[in-house]
Each structure stands twice: as C-alpha cells, then as structure tokens.
C-alpha cells in the first residue's frame, strides 16, 4: 500500500503559515493487547524487538542484578501470538586475553530477510584486578534465526571495538548488517560498522555526522544518536540523531534542539545529514531517544522524538531529502510522554511511548502507562491506544541516562515496538517496574511483551 505524502487539515495549515509543529488529529483508538511478563529473578529491562518475515518474534532484555557467574543479554525467540522461549545469553562467555568481559551494557536485535538473527551489545572489558574497564561493542549473527531448532551455540560473536564506545544499533538489508554506535571515548562521533556477509566479518564504514559542513560538524561532543536503519526498498541506510546548536553547545550542554537524520546510497561509505526538525535553543529533544523507522513497502520514513512532555512526528517520502511539518502525537490522558519509538510497515506506522497524566517527568506521583498511536495517512491522525493493562511505573522518570540516580531509572532508556509483516499487527516489549521487588524491597523491572489481538 502507498501512503500518500500530501499534507492535510492542522499540518497543512501550519505549514502555510509558516509553522514548525501542528497538532495532528489524535483521537482514542480501539486496538487491544495481550500482555505476557517475561518474569526473571534477576530482573530486565531496555527491552528489543524485532519481528521477521515468518512472524517469528526476537526479544533481549538487559541484565538487572549483576551477578558475576552470569551477567549478559537475556534472548528470547518464538511466532507472533506466543509467549516466546528463553534462548539464552547472546554475550555470555566471551574470551580476550587479559581482560574478564561482560555483557549487557546496551542491546539491539534485528531478523533479517534471509532468516539470520543479529544482535549488538555494549560489552565491559575488565582488568583482573577489576580497577579499570573499557567498553566495546559486540556483534553476534546466528543462522537460522526464525527456525524451530534456533541454536546459540551456531552464533558468530565478533568485537569489533574496545575503543571505549556507546550505545550501538543493529539493522540489515538482506545479507548486508550495519552496526552504529558512539565513540564515547575520544569524540562522541557515531561511527559505523558494516558487514557484507551476513555478520560473519566487519569493517568500518564512514562516519554519519563527519564532513556535514556547519549545520552538524560541531555536533561531535553533541549529539544523541538514535538507531541506524537500512531500508531494503531503497537500500539506502539512515541514521538519527539529536544535535546541539553548532558553535554553541558543543560540549557544553546535552539539551539539544535539532534532529537531524543522516542518509548514505552507498552502504555506509558518505553520508548526507538533513535537518528534520529545529527547536529553540537548549530545549532538549533528546527524551531519551530520537527513533527512525522505514516502510520496507515503499521506502517511506518515519521519525518520532520528545521533548520530555510531548512526542513530534515527521515523514519523509523523498529518502530524507525533506520532511513533513512536525505534528504532536500525544494527546490526553497521554499529557507528558517520553521514549517514543516507531515502527511502519504496508503504509501504517505505530509509534509508541511511556505517558502519564501528569504534567512533567519529575513528578513524584505520575502513573505512567504504555501508549500506541498509529496513522495511516502519514501523521494527518492517529488512534491511540493504551497498551499495558496496569500503570508500569509510578514516579519520576529520568531522561538523563547514566547521570540518573537507580530509584529514577529502572525503565533505562528506551523500549520498541516492532509489527509482524503477515498481518500487520504490533508488538510491543517494554519495562514494568511495578511487578517485583529485590529482596530488600527495591523496585526489580521485568520486561513485558504485549501483543496486538
């Protein structure tokens, strides 16, 4: 299905009159979810998805309480509509001379078209004397990841940096991966890796925000990076991130105003940024994640992003060349939303996020639930959804990532929704802190999968 790329009713009238944001026409939607907690004694959270050409579901949760016997990305595989199987832990046993490793520190999961299963994780290369640890950035490709007879020990585990490094992504394009992911060390520059054998070996590839002139180049020391996404209609890859006010805030503060999304049609090679979206400056668009997603139909792209009370919207039906007039998606009783990812798939894209009634993200007494807003008129409306049952945390959430005290950040950073091709319903894995505790009676996050019905 086509999704038209005109532009109407609130965000037609923005645009002529010059406007950055328009309010979309949110209204309640009627879809219900199935919800199944993947309980663990060790707890989860920061939850991935992805749903492969079959039906065949992905998910990892990150590790909770360390334990230093077994400490790493939890893996779970089975069809759409099922309460899928623990596999096991993607990152467990890895081996460098002179250095103990564990996982766990980021994850992403991606089923390709062929049927490959690949992963990325945020690895801690520690010393022996456990004084000094660096953090590198795993890749794993296991065949046959949507069969029946789905087996860790057939992975191939690579790393393919231990140069101190951040947050990696993981996307595919038939038997071509890419990995992106932060040098957080010396530059904070995203930098890409790329596989042509279906993960079997890496090599670098360029860097999306490096030689983008004015507009982006002070965005190194200055950006959040959201996913890297490779379209298999276009074959294009993208990258999104969120970037400061060149010259201004480049190492000076993390609230920044512009998403930009990054395209290479040359496997990773060069990279064109675009400025999808502009903010006065220092408000802070990075809550936590910018997210991308592309209509594997068309070629269609989708970005979402909050600015810590309400999540925008744009497409791009031209490869990112231009994008739409930003709309606002949220609407009560979603008043302040965070976290927002996307997912589109046959001209429908479902954005989802964390909400509350309340007015602000420090508030000690929201009740935060899950949200799934889904347009098919390319962000002119949208139906929203409550997705999880129960409120999944109540409280302050903070946005700020590693600088947030533990009480505030047991939901982490992000959660995904993912839609099953064959017949287009979503799925949706996310945090609930609500469900147990620790044995000292501190919250204990478990990651839930909820299912379209």
């Known amino acids: 299905m086509k999704v038209s790329t005109k532009i109407h009713g609130s965000v037609a009238l923005a645009a002529a009159l010059g406007l950055s944001t328009a309010i979309a026409g949110t209204a309640p939607g009627s879809l219900t979810f199935s919800s199944s907690p993947l309980l663990r ?44 199987t623990i596999q096991g832990l993607l990152d467990a046993n890895l081996q460098k001379a002179g250095k103990t490793i564990f996982g766990s520190g980021d994850a992403d999961v991606d089923l390709g078209a062929n049927g490959t299963l690949h992963a990325t994780s945020l690895i801690f290369l520690i010393q022996p004397s456990f004084k000094n640890a660096q953090l590198g950035v795993l890749a794993v490709s296991c065949p046959k990841g949507t069969s029946g007879n789905f087996d860790l020990n057939r992975c191939t585990r690579t790393i393919i940096d231990t140069a101190d490094t951040d947050r990696p992504w993981i996307t595919s394009d038939g038997s071509r991966a890419y990995i992106s992911y932060h040098d957080s060390k010396n530059s904070s520059l995203i930098h890409v890796q790329r596989s042509d054998d279906d993960g079997q070996s890496w090599q670098r590839a360029g860097d999306p925000i490096t030689g983008q002139g004015v507009a982006t180049g002070d965005a190194t020391f200055n950006n959040d990076q959201g996913p890297i996404v490779a379209d298999p209609f276009t074959h294009n890859v993208y990258a999104i991130y969120a970037a400061g006010e060149a010259g201004i805030q480049k190492a000076t503060s993390a609230t920044f105003n512009n998403i930009y999304v990054a395209r290479s049609s040359d496997q ?75 997912a589109a798939y046959g001209g429908t894209a479902d954005v989802v996020y964390y909400a509350t009634t309340g007015a602000s993200t420090d508030d000690p007494s929201a ?19 409550r997705v999880s049952s129960t409120p999944n945390h109540v409280g302050v959430v903070c946005t700020e990532g590693a600088a947030c005290i533990s009480a505030e950040r047991t939901l982490l950073d992000l959660f995904e929704v993912s839609i099953n091709p064959r017949d287009g319903r979503a799925a949706i894995i996310y945090t609930d802190d609500t469900l147990t505790t620790t044995s000292s009676g501190d919250r204990l996050p478990q990651i839930v999968l909820s299912q379209q019905n």
């Open 367 to 385: 009740v935060w639930n899950v949200y799934l807003a889904q347009t098919s008129d390319g962000g002119a409306s949208f139906a929203q959804s």
């Open 268 to 342: 990773g090679k060069h990279w064109q940024s675009q400025l999808v979206y502009h903010a006065p400056l220092f408000t802070a668009l990075n809550n936590i994640f910018p997210a991308l997603a592309a209509d594997p139909a068309n070629g269609q792209l989708f970005a979402a992003w909050s600015d810590g009370r309400t999540v925008f919207f744009s497409t791009s039906g031209d490869q990112g060349a231009h994008w739409s007039v930003a709309v606002a998606v949220n609407a009560a009783p979603a008043s302040t939303a965070i976290f927002p990812w996307v």
């Open 41 to 84: 004694s060790e707890g989860r959270s920061e939850p991935a998805i992805s749903i492969g050409a079959d039906g065949t579901m992905a998910v990892t949760g990150l590790q909770w309480l360390f334990d230093p016997a077994a400490f790493g990305t939890l893996l779970w595989t089975g069809p759409f509509g099922s309460v899928p």
